[in-house]
């Protein structure tokens, strides 16, 4: 919301420094995102007027004016303007004025004719981008009076921030009322006077959808000049609150809704055909708004219906067949209440933002229906003309918004607040804000009023006291409750040292939203049906995530667009699984891997990273998970990763994750540069970790038997491993294998694994004999199980 401090200081006495408004406004919870100048710094510009006019005698496009500055001496000024006409009233730059862009005005010849000064389009004094010719200025400007002041140009413009719960201050008067609350003064509103029909003609009103929009006014005026031109003042406070001047009635409609912050719409009575009957859309209704765009209407949508077909799309933008233009005489305007859960969503659900959804989804007062029409009718009677019929007001009372009181706790107060404000302060300010309370014993009972519908409970209360006495002012109190820490469970790994073996290992932490692109979604988790959202805040964040791999997908691409080699991003969160009615929040931990294994480095050669590299990651990763637990990666088979490097993880016969390469259709939809890895393991594993427990060392000699063995290529490291220590039994101690060979004296097909075996007893040492007797059991298991031979 963008406010004009000279056009608030009429509603209410601000204070005179704008930076100390800003901080008051922004400790007030109306956050000041920026304060600016009304216009540029310029100079030694005022009215002027073109009391003459000829071509250039040698240049075709080009006019020799004679203009009137008010100094008592005409000026020759050369102008290219095309609207350079006699009688016309411009901002004019004397000799020696300082514009925009540092650009000095010197008098100069032009063609062979001497020019001093110069004629002002609204561009070249930072007003506007309209270049296409001198900025009119109205028949009444005086002439010779310095442009910044006819204009009030000193002036500031405040762009506050504001919370959706504060709709109240989306106008002029509610950014007022706070002031006026903050300072202690008293808010002076313009006179709203009731303006008395001229005529019976009035449009029947029928509200079909009650619930949506419960209080509808609307009102007939006849007789509108609408090509009349919009004064000066108006288009200027337009154009500071960022509202561009569009037309006479348009713009009474759009300075209502900034003075009051009541939206409006104006119809041409022309183009309407009978009654106004609001109601729901039926499906596949069509409607042209007013920018131009069709659009299809679904069965939810609230509309402005005529008798026909319909008008508008309520409380977001009309439509174009029943716009007002230049020839338009007749107008019925709509001054209504529509409910923010009917609207909520509407615009974007048609990729829509106006300045009416905006204030309709966060609640507009429902009684500033009648004030905004009256206020309007008086503005268009006064600059356009016209014969007002009477205000058709049709309400569905049982709809209408109910305030109830709220009851509230001097007490509590203080004691949450930790302050010691005195009751009659309490009472000061909540009567200033509209809400005077009514004493019942030791509890107040206040009843917010209509403008805010944020005000439901006593904690409401209590943070409308306290921003109004100062967050500033409240005292710095330590905690009451004992600082005790809480024991934490050892069969918990927390995410947070989860998060450093992660960065250990290189990889950085990324936080992606929730809400992820469809097809990319479904590219990479094709067998799960996503949770779609009803009020995207995008088109490419339409679903929720069944996966952390989406987010993190789109990082990779992202650096890899900005010339990022190599990337480790890991990501903590929840994934969502299943309908609405039983949606299953899973938390997962999710990481990616791509490009060079290491930085680039004189000592080692530069290598993409590869499955085992990403492996021994992952593995590292699930050490916290606990000693001694069976994990396994077995080889399967994922939609969306390369068959050939892809695995189930299993921690105690239990899936709890995958991990693997990227399937090159990914990759390649996706425009990835490289292979990429990636893993998503269920956190249920951190949070069962066995407790460690002592374990008692041998005092007997361990006994190491190297063993080598010659299977099949497609035969895994795994399998190998859980046939020697089935057959091993209790006194395998470890195992481990320290050599693959595929090669010289190794047939095709086949491979060399090499393992070193540790066999040891707790109770005595072990023979000759019985390390011989393993080993051959052993070897027997191999070549039944998997059909090795003992390598020669």
Excluded at 239 to 263: C, F, H, S, W
Excluded at 401 to 422: F, M, S, Y
Excluded at 592 to 610: F, K, L
Excluded at 708 to 728: F, G, T
Aim: with cysteine; aromatic share 4%.
């Amino acid at each position: 919301m963008r406010i004009s401090k000279h056009w608030l200081s009429e509603w209410v006495a601000v204070p005179a420094d704008t930076a100390a408004l800003a901080e008051q406004l922004t400790m007030a919870g109306l956050e000041v995102d920026s304060v600016e100048p009304a216009a540029p710094l310029f100079n030694s510009v005022v009215v002027g007027e073109i009391v003459a006019c000829e071509p250039h005698p040698d240049a075709e496009r080009l006019k020799v004016c004679q203009v009137d500055d008010g100094t008592g001496e005409l000026k020759d000024v050369v102008c290219g303007a095309p609207n350079a006409a006699m009688g016309l009233k411009a901002p004019f730059a004397q000799v020696g004025a300082r514009l925009p862009g540092d650009l000095k005005i010197k008098a100069a010849k032009l063609r062979g004719v001497k020019s001093h000064g110069m004629l002002c389009a609204a561009r070249e004094l930072g007003l506007s981008e309209d270049s296409e010719g001198l900025m009119p200025l109205p028949a009444d400007a005086p002439v010779g009076e310095a442009f910044r002041d006819w204009l009030n140009l000193d002036d500031d413009v405040i762009e506050i921030e504001l919370t959706p719960n504060r709709s109240d201050c989306l106008s002029v008067s509610g950014v007022a009322r706070e002031v006026g609350v903050l300072n202690g003064e008293k808010v002076s509103a313009p006179a709203l006077p009731t303006v008395p029909a001229a005529s019976d003609r009035a449009l029947p009103i029928d509200l079909v959808a009650e619930a949506d929009c419960p209080r509808y006014c609307g009102r007939v005026i006849e007789g509108v000049d609408a090509a009349a031109p919009t004064p000066m003042w108006l288009q200027e406070r337009l154009r500071r609150a960022g509202v561009r001047p569009l037309g006479i009635v348009v713009d009474v409609t759009n300075y209502v809704m900034l003075e009051l912050g009541q939206p409006m719409h104006a119809f041409d009575l022309e183009r309407l055909s009978g009654g106004i009957r609001v109601r729901r859309a039926e499906a596949g209704e069509t409607l042209i708004l007013l920018s131009g765009e069709p659009i299809t209407l679904s069965a939810d949508t609230l509309v402005i219906a005529d008798e026909i077909q319909p008008v508008a799309l309520a409380g977001v933008m009309g439509g174009d067949a029943t716009a007002v233009s230049e020839t338009t005489t007749q107008v019925f305007l709509e001054s209504a209440f529509f409910a923010p859960a009917a609207l909520s969503g509407r615009a974007r659900q048609y990729g829509l933002h106006t300045d009416a959804s905006h204030r309709f989804e966060r609640g507009v007062d429902p009684m500033l229906c009648l004030q905004a029409i009256e206020r309007a009718t008086a503005l268009l009677l006064e600059l356009a003309g016209g014969q007002p019929g009477p205000v058709t007001d049709v309400q569905a009372d049982q709809a209408m918004p109910q305030p109830g009181a709220v009851a509230l706790r001097p007490a509590r107060v203080n004691a949450l607040l930790g302050t010691n404000i005195e009751e009659a302060e309490m009472r000061d300010t909540l009567t200033r804000l509209g809400m005077p309370p009514q004493a019942n014993g030791d509890t107040w009972q206040v009843q917010a009023p209509s403008w805010r519908f944020d005000i439901a409970r006593e904690v409401d209360l209590i943070e409308e006291i306290a921003r109004v006495h100062g967050y500033n002012a409240l005292p710095p109190r330590r905690a009451a409750a004992p600082a005790d820490i809480p024991a934490e469970s050892e069969a918990q790994v927390s995410i947070a040292r989860q998060r450093m073996v992660m960065v250990g290992r290189g990889y950085q932490e990324a936080i992606t939203y929730s809400f992820v692109d469809e097809a990319l979604q479904a590219s990479l988790d094709p067998d799960e049906t996503p949770l779609a959202l009803a009020n995207p805040l995008s088109s490419d964040l339409g679903v929720m995530r069944t996966s952390l791999w989406p987010g993190l997908v789109r990082a990779l691409v992202h650096n890899q667009n900005r010339q990022m080699a190599r990337v480790r991003l890991f990501e903590t969160g929840l994934r969502f699984r299943g309908s609405l009615d039983s949606l299953d929040q899973t938390p997962v931990l999710a990481a990616i891997a791509a490009g060079p294994v290491h930085e680039a480095d004189w000592s080692a050669r530069e290598r993409p990273v590869d499955f085992f590299d990403f492996k021994a990651d992952v593995e590292a990763l699930l050490d916290l998970a606990g000693p001694n637990r069976k994990l396994r990666f077995i080889a399967a088979e994922h939609p969306a990763l390369h068959p050939g490097q892809c695995a189930r993880i299993e921690m105690d016969d239990e899936a709890i994750g995958w991990i693997g390469a990227l399937h090159p259709r990914v990759t390649t939809a996706h425009d990835l540069s490289g292979p990429a890895f990636v893993t998503e393991i269920q956190q249920s594993v951190f949070t069962k970790r066995p407790v460690p427990a002592f374990e008692s060392i041998s005092r007997y000699p361990a006994i190491r038997r190297d063993l080598a063995i010659v299977v099949k290529e497609s035969v895994s490291a795994q399998s190998v491993e859980d046939c020697i220590r089935s057959a091993a039994g209790e006194a395998l101690r470890s195992l481990d294998i320290f050599d693959v060979y595929q090669g010289k004296g190794v047939s095709d097909g086949f491979k060399s694994l090499a393992m070193g075996l540790i066999l040891q007893d707790y109770s005595r040492t072990l023979t000759d004999e019985e390390v011989e007797a393993t080993q051959q059991r052993i070897v027997a298991q191999l070549k039944t199980t998997l059909g090795a031979e003992l390598r020669e």
